[in-house]
């Protein structure tokens, strides 16, 4: 598990360090994407509404200490402002910020921040070398552009929900917010490639993606089945919609899973179970006459894994090299030796929930490695200094906060989140 303190903003030795972003999003998607980009360097600084802040700071099953547990989860190494951007002060802050920023992202509803005068084009007037950054429910073009859209509706949208679950049951979601934090992914992924291309020109740019293409974008293997035969595949449950052997299977305590993704390992799993014969056998000599066979097939190995522990029947796949697994729960992955070793644990110290842990960086720089400096930010945590940074003096700080143009963060203490 790896630990951080302290309050720098930004990570000096990150790949990013140097990138500055403004964070107008908000829950998942957005912050998904900044938080990407902060564990890597960037100084990411997060503008939040004064009455609430983040929608997800609301969330207020399971709490830390009074701290939503999944706000600390996606908003660490940023810092926070609260600012009233209704405000005609409020938009002027703003703009001082843009003007010396590279990246701004938003995942509003397609027109809300024209509607504050705070769109693409009125803040490329203002630094015309910014990144702008929109992640929305279906994309800023097409017949749906104007709709709002969340997780779920992409999912049943996009048809994800019609692949997952079992044959015959009814649509089921992912078991995680697929499309939201893959297109958090996305969105961090286009602004890297426009930073790069605003390194060697100068010139910003407008990047966008939405929950609808971070769906679509899961169905690689399902859409290829479908424009090459014109059949709509439906759910298969744990099993793959190419490969059999490939799901999972109960044992004598447990579920594994099994991986005999090509013919090589099918050939090692019939050995193990003690059925080399099953590799010469018309039902299930290739892959295609497994996947014709494919009942026929976990029945046949269901009762032979029936007869030993899931752990006893690891060890066998290990020993003979066939990819194989257990089925954990949440806790169990999140503390398994690999997971640690991984560094996928981050511990961190919070002023009010104390001691935090959230998801590592799923990349690995050897260079310029993923850094954790400081947990999630209270609301208005940094306002003070942020507008401090961006000319302000102490006076016109305290005229601001007095007029309710912009919020500090309550001393640790005095209250909760």
């Given at each position: 598990?790896?630990?951080?303190?302290?309050?720098?903003?930004?990570?000096?030795?990150?790949?990013?360090?140097?990138?500055?972003?403004?964070?107008?999003?908000?829950?998942?998607?957005?912050?998904?994407c900044?938080?990407?980009l902060?564990?890597?360097g960037?100084?990411?600084?997060?503008v939040?509404?004064?009455?609430?802040?983040?929608?997800?700071?609301?969330?207020?099953?399971?709490?830390?200490?009074?701290?939503s547990?999944p706000?600390?989860?996606?908003?660490?190494?940023?810092?926070?402002?609260?600012?009233?951007?209704?405000?005609?002060e409020?938009?002027?802050?703003?703009?001082?910020?843009i003007?010396?920023?590279?990246?701004?992202?938003?995942n509003?509803?397609?027109?809300?921040?024209?509607?504050?005068?705070l769109?693409?084009?009125?803040?490329?007037?203002?630094?015309?070398?910014?990144?702008?950054?929109?992640?929305?429910?279906?994309?800023?073009?097409?017949?749906?552009?104007?709709?709002?859209?969340?997780d779920?509706?992409?999912?049943?949208?996009?048809?994800?929900m019609?692949?997952?679950?079992?044959p015959?049951?009814?649509?089921?979601?992912?078991?995680?917010?697929?499309?939201d934090?893959n297109?958090?992914?996305l969105?961090?992924?286009?602004?890297l490639?426009a930073?790069q291309?605003?390194?060697?020109?100068g010139e910003?740019?407008?990047?966008?993606?939405?929950?609808?293409?971070?769906?679509?974008q899961?169905?690689?293997w399902h859409?290829a089945?479908?424009?090459?035969?014109?059949?709509?595949?439906?759910?298969?449950?744990?099993?793959?919609?190419?490969?059999?052997?490939?799901?999972?299977?109960?044992?004598?305590?447990?579920?594994i899973?099994?991986?005999?993704?090509?013919?090589?390992?099918?050939?090692?799993?019939?050995?193990?179970?003690?059925?080399?014969?099953?590799?010469?056998?018309?039902?299930?000599?290739r892959?295609?006459?497994?996947?014709?066979?494919?009942d026929?097939l976990?029945q046949?190995?269901?009762a032979?894994?029936?007869?030993?522990s899931?752990q006893?029947w690891?060890?066998?796949?290990?020993?003979?090299?066939?990819?194989?697994?257990?089925?954990?729960?949440?806790?169990?992955?999140?503390?398994?030796?690999?997971t640690?070793?991984?560094?996928?644990?981050v511990?961190?110290e919070?002023?009010?929930?104390?001691?935090?842990?959230?998801?590592?960086?799923?990349?690995?720089?050897s260079?310029?490695?993923?850094?954790?400096?400081r947990?999630?930010?209270q609301?208005?945590?940094?306002?003070?200094s942020?507008l401090?940074e961006?000319?302000?003096?102490?006076?016109?700080?305290?005229a601001l906060?007095e007029?309710?143009?912009?919020?500090?963060?309550?001393?640790?203490g005095?209250?909760?989140?």
């Amino acid at each position: 598990m790896q630990s951080s303190t302290g309050t720098s903003p930004g990570n000096a030795k990150g790949a990013l360090a140097g990138m500055r972003v403004i964070e107008l999003a908000q829950i998942m998607a957005g912050p998904t994407c900044g938080m990407m980009l902060a564990d890597m360097g960037a100084d990411v600084i997060k503008v939040e509404k004064i009455n609430g802040g983040d929608d997800s700071r609301q969330y207020r099953d399971p709490l830390i200490n009074g701290v939503s547990a999944p706000f600390l989860m996606l908003n660490r190494n940023k810092r926070a402002i609260a600012l009233d951007l209704k405000h005609p002060e409020g938009k002027k802050i703003l703009l001082r910020m843009i003007r010396d920023a590279d990246v701004v992202t938003e995942n509003f509803r397609k027109g809300t921040m024209d509607k504050l005068g705070l769109g693409y084009d009125a803040l490329r007037k203002e630094n015309p070398g910014l990144i702008y950054c929109a992640v929305s429910g279906y994309g800023l073009t097409g017949p749906y552009a104007d709709k709002g859209g969340f997780d779920l509706v992409a999912q049943g949208f996009s048809g994800l929900m019609a692949i997952t679950g079992e044959p015959g049951g009814p649509p089921l979601r992912t078991g995680n917010s697929v499309a939201d934090i893959n297109a958090g992914l996305l969105a961090a992924f286009g602004v890297l490639a426009a930073y790069q291309h605003k390194l060697r020109t100068g010139e910003g740019q407008m990047v966008e993606t939405s929950l609808l293409e971070a769906s679509l974008q899961q169905l690689y293997w399902h859409a290829a089945i479908y424009f090459g035969s014109g059949v709509s595949p439906g759910p298969t449950g744990s099993a793959h919609v190419l490969s059999a052997p490939y799901q999972a299977f109960p044992t004598a305590t447990e579920w594994i899973i099994i991986g005999g993704a090509n013919e090589k390992n099918w050939q090692r799993i019939a050995a193990a179970l003690g059925k080399p014969e099953w590799a010469e056998d018309p039902r299930f000599a290739r892959n295609r006459d497994r996947m014709n066979n494919r009942d026929e097939l976990v029945q046949c190995m269901s009762a032979i894994l029936q007869t030993r522990s899931a752990q006893e029947w690891l060890e066998i796949f290990d020993d003979a090299g066939v990819p194989a697994g257990p089925v954990h729960s949440v806790a169990q992955a999140l503390s398994h030796p690999q997971t640690l070793a991984r560094g996928m644990v981050v511990e961190q110290e919070h002023p009010v929930a104390g001691k935090v842990r959230t998801v590592g960086m799923p990349v690995k720089l050897s260079a310029t490695p993923a850094q954790y400096h400081r947990a999630a930010p209270q609301l208005g945590e940094d306002t003070v200094s942020i507008l401090g940074e961006f000319g302000y003096s102490a006076r016109e700080i305290g005229a601001l906060i007095e007029s309710g143009v912009v919020a500090v963060a309550t001393p640790p203490g005095e209250a909760a989140g």
